[in-house]
């Protein structure tokens, strides 16, 4: 065989590839939104905003003293994606035995085709008001709402998007002195679980992640660098909080050379964080109940939590 013809064989043997991952991507992708949304047992505003609300889960053994998983939703930070779509796999987790807070917080505004200007991912800096204002309301919620369950063993997840916010939660305590997010010492958490977060902004940006979500979500940029000292999880470490990460190797929407980076990061500041790889498996798996990854994902969560 020429040369020639080995590129052109090559050439077609990576679009066979490349067509074969995009069948995967979307098959995936059509059974985690093939579930029925789960209504909460209990929904609880944090705020006056329409979206700032939590739905509760209780176990669904009905076990008294569990620990309580908090869900922040992905969806790029954009307006079109709720809380909705990961109920089922928070249902998925209360009946693994947790109790279950699954946050919804302002997203982008705007949307381009309807008004062609305003920000299309996440609001700043209303997004991080309405994490932390969930996060600090959540005890006070679960007393009233779900008293059986332990808040003394809270584990943080989040995916895609709101995995970058899991992560961000739990980071409050090394934020910019002067920020409005800070805590004067780490959260109450047994730990967070990030799946397939945006957790580095600069290799995010340098992919193109969620079609420049990150540079939308921060703003103009001549903000950027400023606002990702308060909002990169990758510049916003160590925290000394218990981390894993779990990431899909044929994830389209965030790569896991994504993930990767945050966990080389959070090495050369001395902290370990667990990265969980699986092999063959995309974005939508680590939130649908019907994916063997979401398995995966629930034993990591009871591994902080219990």
């Known amino acids: 065989m020429s040369d020639s013809a080995a590129r052109d064989q090559s050439a077609r043997d990576q679009s066979a590839r490349d067509q074969s991952a995009r069948d995967q991507d979307a098959a995936e992708t059509e059974s ?54 990961v109920s089922p796999f928070a249902d998925f987790l209360a009946r693994r035995g947790f109790a279950v807070a699954s946050v919804e917080y302002r997203r982008g505004s705007e949307l381009p085709q309807q008004r062609g200007s305003g920000p299309v991912a996440g609001r700043w800096p209303e997004t991080f008001d309405d994490v932390a204002a969930a996060m600090d309301a959540l005890p006070e919620l679960l007393a009233l709402h779900m008293p059986s369950a332990d808040g003394r063993r809270i584990v943080v997840t989040g ?18 002195e002067g920020s409005p997010w800070r805590l004067p010492r780490a959260p109450a958490l047994r730990g967070v679980v990030a799946l397939a977060p945006i957790a580095d902004f600069v290799s995010a940006v340098g992919l193109d992640v969620c079609s420049g979500a990150v540079g939308q979500f921060l703003g103009r940029a001549e903000d950027f660098t400023e606002r990702a000292a308060h909002a990169d999880p990758a510049l916003l470490l160590p925290t000394g909080i218990a981390t894993a990460v779990v990431q899909g190797t044929t994830d389209l929407t965030v790569p896991h050379a ?13 902290e370990m964080v667990g990265l969980t790889l699986l092999p063959d498996v995309g974005h939508f798996p680590l939130i649908d109940p019907a994916a063997d990854a979401c398995a995966v994902v629930a034993e990591e969560i009871a591994q902080l939590a219990w």
């Open 32 to 85: 985690a939104f093939s579930h029925p949304v789960v209504a909460p047992d209990v929904s609880a505003a944090y705020g006056s905003h329409p979206d700032q609300v939590i739905d509760f889960y209780a176990p669904r053994d009905g076990r008294a003293g569990a620990p309580v998983v908090v869900v922040l939703h992905g969806g790029a930070w954009r307006a079109p994606y709720d809380r909705l779509h």
């Open 159 to 176: 995916h895609s998007a709101g995995g970058q916010l899991a992560l961000w939660a739990a980071a409050r305590h090394v934020l910019p």
């Open 258 to 270: 994504v993930s990767e980076a945050f966990v080389d990061a959070a090495a050369k500041e001395g």
